[in-house]
């Protein structure tokens, strides 16, 4: 597609429940790329992916959160049994390689854990 | 820790004015910065970046001015439009020197008035 692609847009859960959220990068990126932005907040870094693997997952915040990426292209992220702190906007980016700041982002998961 | 930080968290100009955003970093390691733009309801846009080897670098409409003596960073926007108003963050790359893993500050509202 033409940008980053991020769904669900807007996901609204209830508290222990797990969910699932899905980022198609550019094409042809091979970096990708998950931030969290709390409400009025900057982003803070998740994890980041070259290929298929993760050489960075320091910024997941528990061992509730996990994330995957298949065949170099689209990464699901997962959070489990969630926490009414986990509601954020998570953010999908991607880029060519892990050499510049340029990141293409999408629009974002919007979570609302009740 | 060390963090990224911005000096305004609003600034409000009239249309045609020149806009500054200020930022204050204090990881002296930082050897990357990058503004970026982010509209209500969108993902953050790559706006222009500097390395630590510059003191200024200019874009179209703005210009990124990196003063490491007193880790000071700032984006100037020349003859601000509408289409300007959004959120403007800096982000950094942190002790690590890599250029994936950002830090960002928490934002400056940008609003522009007719």
């Known amino acids: 597609g033409a940008g980053v692609s991020q769904s669900p847009s807007n996901k609204v859960t209830e508290k222990g429940k797990d969910v699932e959220l899905r980022c198609d990068p550019i094409s042809g990126h091979t970096a990708l790329y998950w931030y969290r932005q709390s409400l009025g907040q900057g982003l803070e870094f998740l994890i980041y992916?070259?290929?298929?693997?993760?050489?960075?997952k320091s910024g997941l915040p528990s061992d509730r959160f996990s994330a995957e990426r298949t065949g170099g292209s689209v990464s699901t992220l997962t959070i489990q049994r969630t926490q009414q702190e986990d509601s954020a906007v998570y953010l999908c980016a991607s880029s060519f390689f892990q050499g510049t700041g340029e990141l293409f982002f999408g629009e974002g998961s919007r979570l609302t854990v009740l | 820790g060390e963090s990224v930080g911005l000096h305004l968290p609003t600034l409000s100009v009239q249309e045609g004015d020149n806009s500054i955003i200020n930022c204050a970093y204090s990881n002296s390691a930082s050897d990357y910065f990058i503004w970026y733009k982010q509209e209500s309801g969108k993902g953050p846009q790559f706006i222009i970046d500097?390395?630590?080897?510059?003191d200024k670098r200019q874009g179209q409409r703005v210009t990124v001015l990196l003063n490491k003596t007193v880790k000071h960073l700032s984006l100037q926007i020349a003859a601000t439009q509408p289409g300007d108003s959004a959120v403007y963050f800096c982000?950094?790359?942190?002790?690590?020197?890599?250029?994936?893993?950002?830090?960002f500050g928490k934002g400056t509202l940008l609003t522009v008035n007719p």
């Open positions: 992916f070259q290929g298929n693997s993760a050489p960075d």
């Open positions: 982000a950094e790359n942190g002790s690590g020197g890599s250029n994936y893993k950002l830090t």
């Open positions: 500097i390395r630590s080897n510059m």
